[in-house]
């Protein structure tokens, strides 16, 4: 990277506060407002499409829920013994498979050549959906649409973290995650909008109509998507940037994180990251967040429906203000610790919160408290997948690494899918209590995880602090707590 052009000093200036009177300009004449202008633009260009994506993504593999309540069950025989839990999980075993060699090709392909390829494809896939006569089917389908669905999360955090400063991100993975949780939220709405289609075209019912309308969207947005993406900051495919502003973006990731030149994803680099306690205590905290939100996305519609008695058109509509509540919550849990530059305080928060929602809404009886509760809960769990995010994204160095970790901490977010398919039963149904508490039980590991973490964390800080050692060759470097 180019360090010749030094940006001002993270010690001295965040983009959330006003310049000090020494850090109003840099030593080639970059000032505040050049560095917020270099800023907007890359916020304008990286987040809102990928957003829009992502939330594309969440509808295409979680409105398997409003469809098993609008036919599809009856169809397809998915009711029986355990089919629906073999459909749902089915999704996850190639999202696990396939996210990591993702993020190994996403550098020499192009941030936007492979994000956009993967998304026409799984639309494609989604669309297929809508034809499909049997379970069996059914489940070919969602495995091909895990697999292809497996590049894009993991590609998009990887592209946000590499462009902004460590006290920058969350910021950024909030409203990329949370404008999914947001957008998603209307989906169920919409879909009760296809479903109306069937009244007057009686050839598909109403869930193919979902399945075959979304997936044509999907792939709408994909070619879209090519033309808007931008590449990682070294690439030489970005032209939305001057040279100027490239080589300004480059120093100030320098001197936020050190020297970082471009580097391959070798099989010493995985073994180095999967040999690191931090990694697997993020996947843990990561993971108890996805158990929650796949928990939400493909059994609320259901137990608001079959478990609080609620009209199917009101399940559909109630499904959104939590997820709603949860990006307001979320966003501002995301300024404040961004503000403040704590990570794991706010994910001990965030796994308490999600653990009373849960309670409220696993052992009340009466359907409004307990309706309450999914506010709570959809905002603890959502908030433990941002928060912990940019807790990784934070404490690790190097390109390669983050890749390597961030591939990791999401494909083990997908075995959290799988555990969610499979604790809620459909011998369980209507309030699926045990899965709740399975749930719970997982929340309650990641906040004792996050406890564990700020101790050994704070311990390691207090090492180099002292000249025991330094983080990863880089001596000005410390790990956020």
């Not at 550098?107 to 669309?127: D, E, K, T």
Request: proline share 3%.
């Amino acid at each position: 990277m180019m360090e010749k052009e030094a940006s001002v000093s993270l010690h001295e200036k965040s983009d959330d506060g006003p310049p000090s009177s020494s850090s109003s300009a840099d030593s080639s004449g970059h000032d505040s407002k050049f560095e917020k202008r270099v800023l907007r633009k890359i916020d304008v260009r990286l987040v809102p499409i990928l957003g829009a994506l992502y939330t594309i993504a969440m509808v295409d593999r979680s409105n398997i829920s409003v469809a098993r309540i609008s036919g599809l069950d009856e169809d397809v025989g998915l009711a029986e013994g355990d089919r629906a839990s073999v459909a749902l999980l089915v999704f996850f075993v190639g999202y696990m498979l396939f996210e990591l060699p993702s993020n190994m090709v996403i550098h020499r392909a192009g941030a936007a050549n492979w994000l956009a390829f993967i998304a026409f494809a799984w639309g494609l896939v989604s669309m297929g959906i809508g034809f499909v006569d049997n379970w069996v089917a059914l489940a070919v389908l969602r495995s091909f649409l895990g697999v292809f669905e497996a590049g894009f999360y993991p590609g998009c955090v990887y592209l946000i973290s590499s462009w902004y400063r460590r006290y920058e991100v969350q910021k950024r993975l909030a409203v990329f995650f949370m404008t999914g949780s947001a957008l998603s939220a209307f989906a169920n709405i919409f879909a009760l909008g296809l479903i109306q289609i069937s009244k007057t075209n009686t050839t598909y019912k109403g869930w193919r109509w979902i399945y075959i309308i979304e997936g044509v969207l999907t792939c709408v947005a994909a070619v879209v998507a090519w033309f808007v993406i931008v590449d990682f900051p070294d690439s030489h495919r970005n032209t939305f940037l001057t040279a100027e502003e490239a080589a300004f973006v480059q120093a100030r990731l320098a001197e936020d994180r050190g020297s970082e030149e471009r580097e391959k994803v070798t099989w010493a680099v995985f073994i180095e990251t999967v040999t690191d306690w931090k990694v697997w205590s993020f996947s843990l905290m990561y993971a108890a967040g996805a158990v929650g939100v796949y928990a939400f996305l493909f059994f609320l519609p259901i137990i608001l429906h079959n478990g609080m008695g609620y009209s199917q058109e009101l399940a559909f509509v109630l499904s959104a203000p939590p997820a709603l509540f949860s990006v307001v919550e979320g966003f501002f849990v995301s300024w404040l610790a961004d503000k403040m530059r704590l990570r794991g305080p706010f994910v001990v928060v965030q796994g308490v919160v999600a653990i009373v929602g849960l309670c409220m809404t696993g052992f009340l009886k009466q359907p409004v408290p307990r309706y309450i509760g999914t506010f709570l809960g959809e905002a603890g769990v959502n908030g433990l997948v941002v928060t912990t995010l940019a807790w990784q994204a934070n404490n690790l160095r190097g390109d390669a690494k983050r890749a390597c970790a961030t591939a990791v901490l999401i494909t083990l977010s997908g075995i959290g899918g799988i555990y969610s398919s499979l604790v809620f039963r459909q011998q369980d149904a209507p309030d699926y209590i045990p899965g709740i508490i399975a749930v719970m039980a997982i929340c309650i590991a990641a906040v004792v995880a996050a406890c564990i973490s700020i101790v050994l964390l704070k311990w390691e800080n207090k090492r180099v602090d002292e000249g025991k050692k330094t983080i990863e060759g880089y001596a000005d470097f410390r790990y956020t707590i």
